[in-house]
């Protein structure tokens, strides 16, 4: 037998999910600063050309494609000019919150990377802040162009993703153990709640 043969993977499975799950073994097994992408690429059964063809480096591995997440976001909310803006804004949640539910394994795995390693938190907080960007630049779509209507989309944003960031910390903190979708329910009502009274607000108070 060649040493020196791939390893053959199975030919269902895509390649981009056999490059993240080859990666998420070695990280596990050798940690995230010793795993190369050469030894990524072998345990998936692939060329380190086609590595590339699917990422950028090896961080990339790591994380969500958010880019695609927040053209989804942008889309539903673009699409939601009609309805109630808070509302909008907290299905827009719920909708960022399910990317991390549809991989559950895969984000337990990402947490305690991004605790052990600098840089991948640092990524982390600033995708986490791009949704926070999105949902906010929406808000003020729908308000007057004042700065107090300004203010409060910031803050209504913000609100948002901090119940989402809080209802995620804990469901990864307890190891996945509950189903996080009770706890995202009663956080996304509270905030909803308080950021209502604020948003119909500014809305009815414009700059004449």
Known sequence: MDSTALPVAPAAEPVRERLAAAAF????????????????????????????????????VIFPDHDSVLERVRWYLGSSSAA???FAVAEATRLIFETFMAAPERTI?????????????????????????????YLRGRLPDTPEAALAAHVAAASFAAAHNQVLREWLRAGGAEDAHPALDAALAMVSELMTPLITGVAHNRRS
Do not use: Q
Request: hydrophobic fraction near 35%.
């Open 25 to 60: 073994e070695l990280f596990a097994e050798k940690g995230y600063e010793s795993t190369t992408i050469d030894e990524i690429a072998s345990a998936a059964g692939v060329a380190r050309r086609t590595f590339f063809r699917h990422y950028r480096s090896k961080e990339d």
């Open 84 to 86: 109630d803006p808070v």
């Open 109 to 137: 795995a990402r947490y305690r990377l991004t605790r052990v390693v600098p840089a991948l938190r640092d990524r982390e907080v600033a995708s986490v802040a791009r949704y926070e960007r999105t949902m906010s630049d």
